[in-house]
């Protein structure tokens, strides 16, 4: 069967995944056969449609056989976003700068069926998400749909200091803190170091998930960066995107060829 995400998190090590932004079917399957847990699929950063990170969607689930989870990353809070995105059959949402409990909790209404929110009912798409062959409905409204990740994005100065209003709304599971952009409310420049305000920051969230149960990720693009953030307790990391995995690849095969 189709994993959901929080099937697949572990004590004591965090899993990888990838985000897809180049928005081709192919390469999206490439990268759920390259070994990674769960990819972010990502509408935030790169213009991908509705249709496309649905499509997006049932090609990782395929070509992993449903061992690779799907996330879309939607980019904004807006009611539509969400809905297209949990109605494609994705293991859930990621969503970018929610800095208050409103914010979190607005979220959680467009996201989950009542009696905790308000999600419109629709998912005829999902099920087709999953790898049994099933065209069911109401086996996805049963079991999937009972376990996706809502994860909010805490990546400001505003998101930190309310992180544990945010966390604490019901119906959070998790939460992915982006680094960049904290670093640059932070007033840092660049994606990662050991600033005591970007520590403090990281430690600050991290707590308060361990204290919840919500479980905390973020990026982590070298195997120092990666090692460093698995001893700090993250659960799950973001290790690249494939626009870079085609450019190192390409680089490294020129560069294999040019020495002949
Ligand atoms: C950030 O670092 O701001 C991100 O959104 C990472 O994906
Ligand atoms: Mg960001």
């Known amino acids: 069967a189709t994993k959901t995400f929080s099937s697949l998190l572990k004590e004591n090590k965090p899993i990888i995944g990838a985000a897809i932004s180049?928005?081709?079917?192919?390469?999206?399957?490439?990268?759920a056969r390259s070994?990674?847990?769960?990819?972010?699929?990502?509408?935030?950063?790169?213009?991908?449609?509705?249709?496309?990170?649905?499509?997006?969607?049932?090609?990782?689930?395929?070509?992993?056989?449903?061992?690779?989870?799907?996330?879309i990353r939607v980019p904004s809070h807006g009611i539509e976003w969400i809905k297209w995105a949990l109605d494609s059959g994705a293991g859930?949402?990621?969503?970018?700068?929610?800095?208050?409990?409103k914010e979190a909790e607005d979220i959680i209404q467009r996201a989950i069926y009542p009696p905790?929110?308000?999600?419109?009912?629709?998912?005829?798409?999902?099920p087709y998400a999953d790898t049994d062959n099933s065209s069911d409905v109401g086996k996805y409204l049963s079991k999937?749909?009972?376990?996706?990740?809502?994860?909010?994005?805490?990546e400001s100065v505003d998101g930190i200091k309310n992180a544990e209003e945010i966390l604490s709304v019901k119906g959070v599971t998790g939460c992915f803190i982006g680094p960049y952009d904290?670093?640059?409310?932070?007033?840092?420049?660049?994606?990662?170091?050991?600033?005591?305000?970007?520590?403090?920051?990281?430690?600050?969230?991290?707590?308060?998930?361990?204290r919840l149960g919500v479980h905390i990720g973020t990026v982590a693009a070298t195997e120092v960066a990666s090692k460093r953030k698995t001893e700090m307790g993250f659960s799950f990391l973001l290790s690249g995107?494939?626009?870079?995995?085609?450019?190192?690849?390409?680089?490294?095969?020129?560069?294999?060829?040019?020495?002949?």
């Open 22 to 31: 180049i928005g081709s079917v192919l390469c999206a399957q490439i990268v």
């Open 35 to 71: 070994g990674f847990e769960w990819v972010l699929i990502d509408q935030e950063h790169a213009p991908t449609s509705p249709r496309e990170a649905t499509n997006l969607t049932h090609a990782v689930v395929a070509a992993s056989a449903g061992q690779c989870v799907p996330i």
């Open 92 to 101: 859930g949402v990621i969503i970018p700068m929610v800095q208050s409990r």
């Open 116 to 126: 905790i929110g308000q999600r419109s009912f629709g998912p005829f798409l999902a």
């Open 144 to 154: 999937r749909a009972r376990d996706l990740a809502i994860m909010p994005m805490i």
């Open 182 to 210: 904290l670093r640059q409310s932070l007033g840092l420049a660049g994606g990662d170091g050991e600033e005591s305000s970007f520590i403090e920051a990281l430690e600050k969230v991290l707590e308060i998930g361990k």
């Open 241 to 260: 995107q494939d626009p870079n995995f085609l450019a190192s690849g390409a680089k490294a095969s020129f560069q294999i060829c040019e020495k002949g």
